[in-house]
C-alpha cells in the first residue's frame, strides 16, 4: 500500500519567506509526528497529532513554526519568516495507535534550504 | 533529560564482515527501543524491543535489550554493500512527551 508521503521534496526558500511542507500520511494511521533532520544528525521531534489535536508541540523551536491537521488526515507545518537556521530536511511520521507501542513509519522529507 | 547515544559514529568495514552497533540510553519510563535503517531518504523501520533478553532477528541482521544496563545493539552478518546506511537508534516513553528520542546515528559503509 502506500507509504507516508510529502512535499515538495525539495525547497529553496530566500530568508524572510514564508514555507509551507504537506505530509499524506498512511491512511487510517492516527498518530502523526514531524521531526527536523539537520545534517549528520538523528531526527529531532517538533509536533505531534493524534487525529485532529496537537498534543505535543514542545519541539517547535520558535513561534514562527506551526503545523496543523484540520481534518485527521493531511498535515502541513509552516515555517514564517524562514532563518538559515531552518535549513534542514523536516521528516513526516505517521503510526497505527498510541505512540510508543507501535512503529513509525517514515515519508521521504522535505529538505528545506534557506539561503 | 532523555539521552541517546550510539556508538561508533562511523564504521568503515568490508563485505561479508560482521558489525555490532550500540545505542545507550538514558529516559524516564521508558517504553520501547526502536532501530531504524536510513539511506538517502526515510528512515525505515527494522526493529522495536520493548522486554529484556529477546533476540528479535530478520534475516542477517538481529537486536536485542538489556534494559538493566539501558542499552541495545543491532548486529548485522555477512554484510554486503546494499548494508551502508546510517542507522538510528530512538527510544520512546510510557508518559509525557509523545515522541521518539533519536541518537546522532551510526554510519555504516560496507566496502567490496
Known amino acids: 500500500g502506500a507509504g507516508v508521503s510529502q512535499s515538495p521534496r525539495y525547497k529553496v526558500a530566500k530568508r524572510g519567506q514564508d514555507v509551507a511542507l504537506r505530509c499524506d500520511p498512511i491512511?487510517?494511521?492516527?498518530?502523526l509526528f514531524w521531526y527536523q533532520q539537520a545534517l549528520g544528525q538523528g531526527p529531532e521531534f517538533l509536533t505531534y497529532f493524534q487525529n485532529e489535536a496537537q498534543l505535543d508541540k514542545s519541539g517547535l523551536p520558535s513561534d514562527r513554526f506551526f503545523a496543523e491537521r484540520p481534518e485527521g488526515s493531511v498535515s502541513t507545518l509552516k515555517i514564517q519568516r524562514t532563518q538559515q537556521e531552518d535549513s534542514a530536511v523536516y521528516l513526516c511520521?505517521?503510526?497505527?495507535?498510541?505512540?510508543?507501542?507501535?512503529?513509525?513509519?517514515f515519508g521521504p522529507g522535505t529538505r528545506l534550504t534557506v539561503t | 533529560e532523555d539521552k541517546v547515544v550510539q556508538s561508533p559514529l562511523s564504521l568503515v568495514v568490508h563485505e561479508g564482515d560482521t558489525v555490532t552497533l550500540n545505542c545507550s540510553y538514558e529516559v524516564t519510563n521508558f517504553r520501547s527501543l526502536l532501530w531504524y535503517k536510513q539511506e538517502k531518504k526515510a528512515p525505515t523501520f527494522l526493529f522495536m524491543l520493548t522486554s529484556s533478553g529477546i533476540e528479535k532477528k530478520s534475516g542477517r541482521l538481529s537486536s536485542i535489550l538489556d534494559k538493566k544496563e539501558l542499552f541495545s545493539i543491532l548486529n548485522i552478518t555477512a554484510t554486503q554493500t546494499g548494508d551502508s546506511a546510517v542507522y538510528l537508534c530512538?527510544?520512546?516513553?510510557?508518559?509525557?512527551?509523545?515522541?521518539?528520542?533519536f541518537g546522532q546515528g551510526t554510519r555504516l559503509t560496507i566496502n567490496p
Open positions: 511520521a505517521s503510526s497505527l495507535a498510541e505512540p510508543g507501542w507501535s512503529e513509525q513509519y
Open positions: 491512511s487510517g494511521h492516527v498518530s
Open positions: 530512538a527510544v520512546h516513553r510510557i508518559q509525557g512527551a509523545q515522541k521518539l528520542v
